[in-house]
C-alpha cells in the first residue's frame, strides 16, 4: 500500500554545503499494517512523514501510495491526493481555533470536493469520546480532547494510511494511552494503515512491527 524507494532529501546549510536528512533504499507498509518508526531526534522521522505526505519534495526516489507516486504529481495534485487519502495527526494538533470540533472535522473532509458528511464527522467525534464538546472551540478543550479532535479530522475523509507525528507528545501521561487506542482501535476498524513516529518505548512496544529509522535510512 505504500511503498519507498530511492528517496532522497537533501538541504544547503549556511555555508552552502549539501546535508543528506534522507537516504532510503527501500520501506513499506502493507495495507491495514500498524508500523511504529522510531529514532534519535533530529534523524528525518518528520521528515519522512512531511515527504510521503507531500508536504516535502524529495530530491529524487519514488512514493507510491495506493498505487500513485506521489513524486510525480505537482503541488496541486499531491494536495489533492492528501486530502483524499492520508490522514496526518501533528504533534501540535493544527486545529484552527476560530472553528468549534465539529467544524474542524468538517473542515478537513472539505478540501476532499466530496460533500461534507457531517453525520461521519459527528459520529467520530462520538467514537473519540467527544459527543458533548461538538461546538466546543479548541481553547475550551483539554490538551488530550484536542488530541482526540486531530485524531477524529485525520480520520475523517476515510484515508488508506494514517501518518501520526509523535501523537503522544504533549499529551499528559495520563491520557497517552487513551489516544494509542484510539487510533489503533479506529485503524482497524476501518483497515487503515498506520505510520507512528514515537520517542516511547511504552507506545513501540505495543506494535508488532517496530522500526529504527537509523536502520532504513542511510544519511
Known sequence: MLLVENIRKSYRDASGEELVILDVPRFGVAAGEQVVVRGRSGCGKTTLLNSIAGLSTVDSGRIEIAGVDVTKLPE????????????????????????????????????TGQPVDRQRATTLLDRVGLSSRLHHKPAALSVGQQ???????????KPVLLLADEPTANIDP?????VID???????????????????????????????????NKA
Open 76 to 111: 496541486a495534485g499531491r494536495d489533492r491526493f492528501r486530502a483524499r487519502k492520508l490522514g496526518y495527526v501533528f504533534q501540535t494538533f493544527n486545529l484552527l481555533s476560530a472553528f468549534t470540533a465539529l467544524e474542524n472535522v468538517m473542515l478537513g473532509m472539505s478540501f
Open 182 to 216: 484510539l487510533l489503533r482501535e479506529v485503524c482497524r476498524a476501518e483497515n487503515v494503515a498506520m505510520l507512528l513516529v514515537t520517542h516511547s518505548p511504552e507506545v513501540a512496544g505495543q506494535f508488532d512491527r517496530v522500526e529504527q529509522l537509523e536502520n532504513i
Open 174 to 178: 495520563a491520557h497517552q494511552q487513551q
Open 147 to 157: 488530541q482526540r479532535v486531530a485524531v477524529a479530522r485525520a480520520l475523517a475523509n
